[in-house]
């Protein structure tokens, strides 16, 4: 797929098929996320790959957002340790930069996604650090239900969001 065509179609996915997302292709989509650009190149990240039914199902009751979670078979959890980086505290650039690369190289293999943010959001944090035994010096991000669309032509349609009151040129307001 061509790169231009992947942006603009990537949308957020909330209703899923049942079909299984083989293991290489999450190792496709985590290497992808791991070549995101990154503060100092410290690269902050790291990923939990969540297939266990009852832990997917678990999940919105601490996240009012992924409730379409319990249609996947697989999710990733996307979290941050800043321990001992040079720039502890861009870690959430970071870990967005590694998301979206992650979400793109779904769209790119046909899957969907949705971003369902996790940080700053303290039950979000305390639910996930209890469910996945994350420890408390490791910052979970974001969850990220993968698979495949019930309706891709609906899911993955063109969209073009550009809107140039939005662009200032050389300085604001022009």
């Known amino acids: 797929m061509e790169l231009y065509e992947t942006i603009t179609t990537r949308r957020s996915v909330r209703s ?5 997302i083989p293991d290489e292709t999450i190792e496709k989509l985590l290497s992808a996320a791991m070549l995101a650009p990154s503060a100092g190149n ?16 678990k999940i919105p009751l601490f996240h009012p957002y992924c409730k379409m979670i319990t249609q996947v078979g697989v999710a990733i959890i996307v979290c941050a340790d800043p321990t001992g980086k040079k720039w502890p505290d861009l870690w959430p650039q970071d870990c967005s930069a590694a998301l979206q690369n992650l979400l793109l190289a779904a769209r790119a293999e046909g ?3 949705v971003w369902t943010g996790v940080y700053p959001f303290e039950e979000r944090m305390a639910g996930c650090r209890e469910l996945f035994a994350i420890p408390e010096h490791i910052f979970p991000f974001a969850v990220v239900p993968l698979g495949y669309p019930k309706d891709p032509a609906g899911a993955f349609k063109e969209k073009d969001r ?13």
């Open 16 to 20: 899923y098929r049942d079909d299984h």
């Open 42 to 57: 410290q690269q902050p990240w790291c990923f939990i790959v969540i297939r266990d039914r009852v832990k997917l199902e």
């Open 111 to 113: 899957l969907g996604t």
């Open 162 to 174: 550009y809107k140039p009151e939005l662009v200032h040129r050389e300085i604001w307001g022009h």
